[in-house]
Nanobody
Framework: QVQLVESGGGLVQAGGSLRLSCAAS????????TGWFRQAPGKEREFVSA????????YYADSVRGRFTITRDNAKNTVYLQMSNLKPEDTAVYYC???????????????????WGQGTQVSVSS
């Protein structure tokens, strides 16, 4: 089993920054591919960013590309999402997800990730 715990959410003004962290335990972090998803009130959960276990590439939704950066620190079993130039439309609960598999065709699909964190709220005021 893998446990994921997110932290770093909060309230920030538009244009501000936050860094989300997702700490993993229960399995070798080096074998996990990870992603970030978010869900705004009344909307479906959507893909934000992903990084495979190799860490050699990163992937972003169009809505966040250029503003968000995903990184991972295998020594700390942690994946990060640095969010800059935040907009009110970024307001959502952000979830960390992980899986032992990776596919270039499916990494944006939430049903392809087996493990999930509890979520952390990000609120951006205008």
């Amino acid at each position: 089993q893998v446990q994921l715990v997110e932290s770093g959410g909060g309230l920030v003004q538009a244009g501000g920054s936050l860094r989300l962290s997702c700490a993993a335990s229960g399995r070798s972090f080096n074998s996990l591919s990870t992603g970030w998803f978010r869900q705004a009130p009344g909307k479906e959960r959507e893909f934000v960013s992903a990084i495979p276990w190799s860490g050699d590439r990163t992937y972003y939704a169009d809505s966040v590309r250029g503003r968000f950066t995903i990184t991972r620190d295998n020594a700390k079993n942690t994946v990060y999402l640095q969010m800059s130039n935040l907009k009110p439309e970024d307001t959502a609960v952000y979830y960390c997800a992980a899986d032992t598999t990776w596919s270039l065709y499916f990494y944006t699909r939430d049903d392809k990730y087996e493990y999930w964190g509890q979520g952390t709220q990000v609120s951006v005021s205008s």
